[in-house]
């Protein structure tokens, strides 16, 4: 230790004799540069001293301390915040995927709280809470000129009880109140569905469990269709997922690439900057992959669905993506709190960075919006009313299929009537499955 701190002195003395031979001007413009913060720092004492002991009401010295931090760090963008000591504890119990709370991701845009997404199968998402909604006042209060951490502090609350939130979203022309229970949120990472001979893995989150869980789900897939050969391709969904950790983003596009960087970090000291490469190893084996995004998918989404589409592994499919394109350090502080703060921008393998720009799928798919005063239709109306050749009496049999075969046929046709009915489900993953399907058509065939 002492070697080191020797090695360091004798550096900065160094560079003072040098300074002093050939940086006069540089040495006076540091100094005034110096004073200049010392001068605002006695003015930040002197503020924080006459609201002490002349403001109206008493206030709390500490309150008033964590106060002036939000402000600094709100100022600079809206990722950047102080965490006091039980936000910093829920914090590190999110990343494990159980909290209590909504179930939503919200950030700040022009002083209200804006939803980024709602989380699957949570009191929010119940509540049908939609990613670009404007949340505006909590319980009749407004959120107008709070902080952000102020706004989420707002909607905070005992498990069971209610909370009522006045909602702005576009293409409705009048805010409307939504009544949500607060409940346990418990995030599934990702859950795997088989359409037909697609395997679908919906990635809610990026916490610890991701990247486990996204491997998990793809094998119980593969095996459920009797191995990766009988497998038409894979789809990624990632919408409404609003982010989370950088290296599950990062294992799981590895999960999916040969090789190849999977994204690149740059702050403001050059120094500073990271790049991921891609080592050896495709879960999928080379099988076609589309990746689902829409507008809620942000973050640690967005560098999955950037590397996939650069190394023109996957076809992005959707709306574009949120453009969160930031890094954020969670630093510990003295006291147990946190700060986190924007350190880096993040860039796609060909150099893009999506901050405020976002993710541009491939193709764009948009997803129609149900009318919940439409009435259902029937399974009469449903059905094709039309006769084949099969249904006429004394029709000729086919002769060209075995029995084997035959069934085979049938159970195709059956699968395809599924997707086709998922359409009315799922518009965007119907989509993605029908490319897939068309993929796997025109695939040489081993």
């Known amino acids: 230790m002492r070697k080191f701190v020797m090695a360091a002195l004798g550096g900065t003395l ?12 540089l040495v006076a413009q540091e100094a005034a540069s110096s004073s200049s913060v010392y001068e605002q720092l006695d003015l930040f004492g002197d503020i924080f001293e006459r609201i002490r002991g002349q403001y109206v009401e008493e206030v709390e010295t500490d309150k008033l301390i964590e106060a002036a931090i939000n402000g600094m760090l709100s100022s600079l963008d809206p990722h950047s915040s102080y965490v006091p000591p039980d936000d910093f504890e829920d914090m590190q119990v999110q990343t494990r995927g159980e909290f209590g709370g909504l179930g939503i991701e919200v950030t700040q845009e022009q002083g209200f ?9 949570t009191p929010a998402d119940a509540a049908g809470i939609e990613a670009g909604d404007f949340i505006t006042h909590v319980d009749g209060e407004s959120v107008l000129g709070l902080t952000l951490d102020q706004a989420v502090d707002m909607m905070r609350g005992p498990v069971g009880s209610e909370i009522i939130i006045t909602v702005v979203r576009e293409g409705i022309e009048e805010p409307f109140d939504v009544s949500i229970i607060r409940d346990t949120i418990k995030l599934t990472a990702v859950r795997e569905r088989v359409v037909g001979k697609t395997i679908v893995l919906r990635l809610t989150t990026f916490n610890d469990q991701t990247f486990s869980g996204l491997k998990e789900g793809l094998d119980k897939s593969v095996a459920e269709l009797g191995g990766m050969e009988n497998v038409e391709g894979v789809v990624i969904d990632l919408r409404n997922n609003p982010g989370g950790l950088l290296n599950q ?3 799981v596009s590895d999960a999916f ?3 190849g960087e999977i994204v690149s ?12 490469n891609a080592t050896p190893g495709d879960l999928a084996q080379g099988k076609p992959i589309v990746v689902l995004i ?6 640690a989404s967005e560098i999955v669905a950037g590397a996939l589409q650069d190394h023109r592994r996957a076809i992005v499919v959707g709306t574009k993506s949120f453009g969160k394109g930031s890094v954020q350090t969670v630093i510990p502080l ?3 709190g946190a700060m986190r703060l924007t350190t880096a ?8 960075s999506i901050q405020a720009l976002g993710v541009a799928p491939d193709i764009i798919v948009n997803q129609p919006r149900r009318d919940p005063n439409a009435e259902a239709e029937t399974e009469t109306e449903a059905e094709d009313n039309g006769r084949f050749e099969a249904d006429l009496r004394g029709n000729l049999s086919n002769d060209s299929m075995t029995e084997d075969e035959r069934k085979q046929l049938e159970d195709e046709l059956a699968r395809a009537e599924e997707a086709a009915k998922l359409r009315d489900e799922d518009y965007q993953l119907a989509y993605a499955v029908d490319i897939l399907k068309g993929l796997s058509a025109i695939a040489p065939k081993p």
């Open 249 to 251: 983003a990062i294992l």
């Open 14 to 25: 160094a560079g003072a004799v040098l300074t002093t031979q050939v940086a006069g001007p």
């Open 345 to 352: 921008r993040y860039y796609t393998p060909s150099g893009r």
């Open 265 to 276: 970090t740059r702050g403001r000291d050059p120094s500073d900057g990271e790049r991921f």
């Open 113 to 121: 709280v804006k939803v980024v997404a709602p989380m699957d199968d």
């Open 334 to 336: 003295r006291g147990e």
């Open 294 to 299: 829409n507008g809620g998918s942000a973050s």
């Open 257 to 259: 690439l040969e090789q």
